[in-house]
């Protein structure tokens, strides 16, 4: 089911949440040595930038999932016109915008505070840490697609066909 599927993805986000803060502690340990003071503050913009990026994601699929309220509206806008669609989606979309910018805002805040300049492009480290899950998940997408495509043309059972949708939303 869809819940299951998301349940997969937050259990891999959050594991490559964890193996990234291991490693980076391990990083600071070795590369500051005398000065832990310091190094320990640049490892703290990593895990603000690791937890902005987590929360600017569960932002993300808030919006964007069809388990939530916001793309719900948006469909049940469509019972009087596609008028009402267009500024429904339109609103949702401009609101959409408001986490990342406060999440990215204190961020920034936070980690300036704690290593300047260089303190907040650390956070970026932490905040792309887990990209490499997150790019791997939605390449699955069109992966998924093709296979229900196929499933379709070989005129397999429909529960096929219900598992790819499934993957690919």
């Known amino acids: 089911s869809q819940k299951d599927l998301l349940h997969a993805l937050h259990k891999g986000t959050i594991t490559a949440s964890i193996f990234v ?5 391990i990083i600071v340990h070795l590369l500051f040595p005398h000065s832990t003071t310091e190094g320990w503050k ?23 999932s069809y388990s939530y309220g916001p793309v719900q509206s ?3 806008a469509g019972v009087t016109g596609p008028a009402t ?4 989606g339109l609103g949702i979309g401009m609101i959409s915008t408001v986490p990342p910018v406060f999440i990215l805002i204190v961020t ?22 887990t990209l490499g899950i997150t790019l791997a998940t ?13 499933a379709e043309m070989a005129d397999l059972d429909e529960r096929v066909r219900e598992n790819t949708d499934a993957l690919d939303a």
Not at 21 to 25: C, E, Q, R, T
Not at 85 to 88: K, N, P
Not at 115 to 123: L, P
């Open 21 to 25: 803060l291991g490693f980076a502690a």
């Open 42 to 64: 640049l490892y703290g913009g990593i895990v603000i930038g690791l937890v902005a990026g987590i929360l600017i994601g569960q932002a993300t699929e808030y919006f964007t």
């Open 74 to 76: 948006i469909t049940n």
């Open 85 to 88: 669609v267009i500024i429904q």
């Open 108 to 129: 920034i805040l936070c980690c300036d505070a704690l290593g300047g300049n260089y303190g907040i492009a650390i956070s970026a480290v932490g905040m792309l840490a």
């Open 138 to 150: 939605d390449a699955y997408g069109p992966v998924a697609d093709n296979a229900g495509g196929i």
